[in-house]
């Protein structure tokens, strides 16, 4: 039996997960899935896409997320994985070094037919199906990470799309998962070049899209019985360096949904910023005139893991969600971080001006808190020669530094802007645990959000 032959085994032969912890992290990632989709609603890039569909047509079968619609599933998969991620808001994960839930439940979602009656799809099942694409999609980032990321792919597309087609074979029982994995591996791709475009988004739909057209294209009867684990060929060769890093001993020794855990954001820039962010709202309150700034210094550590913040300089608000630069200046300037403050405009002169103040540093000595293997420190030197500085080694939101189920339910209502509503769908996304299928689910919402 070969790697990607007992992989397939191991997740076939998984039980419906019952573990209470795990599936509060579970349900708390479903909860943040719709927060995020539903905030987008309104986003110009995610109306474009809609309008594309709505031109290119076809048979109406599953849900377009918060839209009263119906569309093909993998048009579905397509707009909903976008949807989740246009506004950077949604959940990150450590190992994958990207966005899990906005590829695989989006997938999960859009493989649901809604022009036919039920099929009494198990919400726990569901639930199950989540936490095992999220931890696929770990164990590939933890074995080809960090290269892979530092090497210009964007881990949400080039792993999102496996890990969503393990979640929709899982939770359909699908007989050819060895299949699956080489089929949806073949189609692995997206770069980090692309970051600060809405192709960044489109990345987490085109996934989600080829996880659908992976498990269609195999229902149909097409074959691809190959090893996508190749020790020369697979996917880890190829994407990654070799299949060494690679340990199946591992799985779910915890979940990964619970260890490292998922990242949950209340901003809408990447998380690799929320370090610079946390630490230029503590420096904030020091009440300091920013013309009094004589220079900053952004230290990082380890090196290369600003590797996300591609932008030193950026030009507008849309690439400023990747500079470290410019959301330490907003923040340093009082600014509030909103959602305006990341669209497509040009960037006002004094946070320019502020931004050419500043110079990245990096710590290679092992200097991190006990449970953290990456920190963050702004130092402000002032004119006068007086300095402040400030460490963060776990953001707000981080597993380590989490929001309370109160801050989480918040953001929802924010996006759903109806307590009733945001009520109702909170006590559904519990029911997935208790018995509600998923056909239920999605009847009881897709026409109400």
Wanted: charge should be negative; aromatic fraction near 10%.
């Amino acid at each position: 039996m070969n790697l990607a032959q007992q992989l397939a085994q191991i997740i076939e032969q998984t039980p419906v997960i019952s573990d209470r912890i795990v599936i509060r992290r579970a349900i708390a990632g479903v909860t943040d899935y719709f927060a995020s989709s539903l905030q987008a609603h309104n986003d110009a890039d995610a109306q474009k896409l809609l309008a594309w569909l709505t031109d290119e047509g076809g048979h109406q079968r599953a849900w377009l997320v918060g839209r009263k619609q119906l569309a093909t599933a993998r048009q579905a998969a397509l707009f909903n994985g976008f949807q989740a991620h246009c506004l950077d808001y949604d959940d990150v994960h450590a190992d994958v070094r990207g966005h899990p839930s906005a590829v695989i439940l989006s997938a999960l979602f859009a493989s649901v037919r809604l022009d036919k009656p039920p099929t009494n799809i198990d919400g726990r099942r569901f639930l199950t199906a989540y936490v095992i694409g999220i931890e696929v999609m770990a164990l590939l980032g933890k074995s080809v990470n960090p290269y892979h990321y530092e090497k210009g792919w964007h881990a949400t597309a080039t792993l999102g799309g496996i890990a969503a087609t393990v979640a929709i074979c899982y939770l359909y029982q699908e007989p050819f998962l060895t299949e699956a994995f080489a089929l949806a591996a073949t189609q692995a791709a997206g770069m980090r070049l692309l970051m600060g475009t809405p192709i960044k988004f489109l990345h987490a739909g085109l996934a989600a899209q080829q996880a659908l057209q992976t498990v269609e294209w195999l229902r149909a009867g097409l074959t691809a019985d190959q090893n996508f684990l190749d020790e020369n060929l697979g996917f880890l060769a190829i994407y990654g360096q070799n299949n060494e890093q690679l340990t199946l001993q591992q799985w779910a020794k915890p979940w990964k949904i619970v260890e490292p855990g998922l990242w949950f954001k209340t901003y809408s820039y990447c998380s690799a910023a929320a370090y610079i962010a946390d630490a230029g709202q503590l420096l904030y309150q020091q009440q300091f005139k920013p013309d009094n700034i004589a220079n900053i210094t952004l230290c990082f550590a380890p090196p290369k893991s600003d590797a996300a913040l591609i932008y030193q300089s950026p030009t507008t608000g849309e690439q400023g969600r990747f500079s470290a630069e410019y959301i330490l200046a907003l923040t340093l300037l009082g600014y509030p971080l909103d959602f305006e403050r990341f669209s497509p405009e040009p960037i006002a002169d004094n946070i320019v001006s502020l931004m050419q103040k500043m110079q990245r540093h990096y710590q290679t000595a092992n200097t991190c808190h006990k449970s953290s293997n990456r920190y963050v420190v702004v130092e402000i030197e002032f004119l006068c020669g007086n300095k402040l500085s400030q460490r963060i080694d776990f953001p707000k939101g981080s597993p380590q530094n989490p929001y309370t189920n109160e801050q989480m339910r918040l953001k929802l209502l924010q996006a759903v802007g109806d307590e009733q509503k945001t009520d109702n769908l909170l006590a559904d996304i519990e029911q997935l645990a208790n018995g509600l299928s998923l056909d239920q689910f999605l009847q009881r919402h897709w026409l109400t959000l």
